[in-house]
């Protein structure tokens, strides 16, 4: 599913996972859209990027760890301490 993330469009997004419902946003970069940003499921601990204004919502094994750490990195600064040392299903730790 590709979805172009406007505001209102997050208030669809569920975890893939645990299907929790709703999912936590930050935004990194933002002109009419949300273009770089992070999504984070309270109740299992994942995250998913949003790039280049699309949020990547994919089941563990179809995740690309390089990219998902290169994307940790890059935000490092922005990203909850949380997420970085204990995120699921990748971290900086
Ligand atoms: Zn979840």
Same mark, same amino acid.
Do not use: Q
């Given at each position: 599913?590709?979805?172009?993330?406007?505001?209102?469009?997050?208030?669809?997004?569920?975890?893939?996972?645990?299907?929790?419902?709703?999912?936590?946003?930050?935004?990194?970069?933002?002109?009419?859209?949300?273009?770089?940003?992070?999504?984070?499921?309270?109740?299992?601990?994942?995250?998913? /990027?949003?790039?280049?204004?699309?949020?990547?919502?994919? /089941?563990?094994?179809?995740?690309?760890?390089?990219?998902?750490?290169?994307?940790?990195? &890059?935000?490092?600064?922005?990203?909850?301490?949380?997420?970085?040392?204990?995120? &699921? /299903?990748?971290?900086? &730790?």
């Amino acid at each position: 599913m590709v979805t172009i993330v406007k505001r209102r469009l997050l208030d669809i997004l569920a975890c893939p996972i645990c299907k929790h419902f709703p999912l936590e946003l930050l935004v990194f970069e933002e002109r009419e859209e949300i273009d770089e940003g992070l999504l984070t499921c309270k109740n299992c601990g994942r995250w998913y /990027p949003i790039i280049e204004s699309i949020p990547h919502m994919l /089941p563990d094994e179809l995740r690309d760890e390089k990219e998902d750490l290169e994307f940790l990195k &890059k935000w490092e600064k922005k990203i909850p301490e949380p997420v970085l040392r204990n995120g &699921k /299903p990748f971290n900086l &730790k």
